[in-house]
T-cell receptor, first 115, second 116 residues
Framework: DSGVTQTPKHLITATGQRVTLRCSPR?????VYWYQQSLDQGLQFLIQ???????AKGNILERFSAQQFPDLHSELNLSSLELGDSALYFC??????????????FGPGTRLTVL | AQKVTQAQTEISVVEKEDVTLDCVYE???????LFWYKQPPSGELVFLIR??????QNEISGRYSWNFQKSTSSFNFTITASQVVDSAVYFC?????????????FGAGTQVVVTP
């Protein structure tokens, strides 16, 4: 158990809908990262927050957004869902260092299925 | 741009055989970090090891060992005397540098299948 929690574990929804994925980092960690794992793209970095502020951005679609709250939990919002958004979404957390290379510990993931 | 290549898609072994997973990386940064993660059938990503670019000392931890060679940009991982519980997908990842602050660049992964 990494100490990172994600809810829900599974999510089934329809195209065009909007969903919110939630992540609670390990105690004391200030950085939260979101990754998408799909069969065709593999593991892709989406976005990182550090102590409430966006720190780094990957190939995140405009339909996707995220935020980190004062209690350091984070939410990833996916809107106007398409079939291709079906994937395993991971949240990771780390203490947060000045060079951004500390070890990231991953949550169990949220499996999103868009029908 | 950073890139991680895991050329082996799948490796199948019989229990107690050794397994070596290859990882080749590309980066222009002089300071970077390399990682191995394991993803068992249950789906979670489990951290195994982190190495920085200045530490080429190879390491052994139980049945796991790592071989980091900067000259060939490789960071290989060996499981000695494999067990069925080692069956998983193993990912090599790279981070570091101003262009990739906080971002882990993953390889495609290598599926390891250990049969009794």
């Amino acid at each position: 158990d990494s100490g990172v929690t994600q809810t829900p574990k599974h999510l089934i929804t329809a195209t065009g809908q909007r969903v919110t994925l939630r992540c609670s980092p390990r105690s004391g960690d200030l950085s939260v990262y979101w990754y998408q794992q799909s069969l065709d793209q593999g593991l892709q970095f989406l976005i990182q927050y550090y102590n409430g502020e966006e720190r780094a951005k990957g190939n995140i679609l405009e339909r996707f957004s995220a935020q980190q709250f004062p209690d350091l939990h984070s939410e990833l919002n996916l809107s106007s869902l398409e079939l291709g958004d079906s994937a395993l979404y991971f949240c990771a957390s780390s203490p947060g260092t000045s060079d951004g290379t500390d070890t990231q510990y991953f949550g169990p993931g949220t499996r999103l299925t868009v029908l | 741009a950073q890139k991680v290549t895991q050329a082996q898609t799948e490796i199948s072994v019989v229990e107690k055989e050794d397994v070596t997973l290859d990882c080749v990386y590309e980066t222009r940064d002089t300071t970077y970090y390399l990682f191995w993660y394991k993803q068992p059938p249950s789906g979670e990503l489990v951290f195994l090891i982190r190495r920085n670019s200045f530490d080429e000392q190879n390491e052994i931890s139980g049945r796991y060992s790592w071989n980091f060679q900067k000259s060939t940009s490789s960071f290989n991982f060996t499981i000695t005397a494999s067990q069925v519980v080692d069956s998983a997908v193993y990912f090599c990842a790279l981070s570091g540098g101003t262009d990739s602050w906080g971002k882990l660049q993953f390889g495609a992964g290598t599926q390891v299948v250990v049969t009794p």
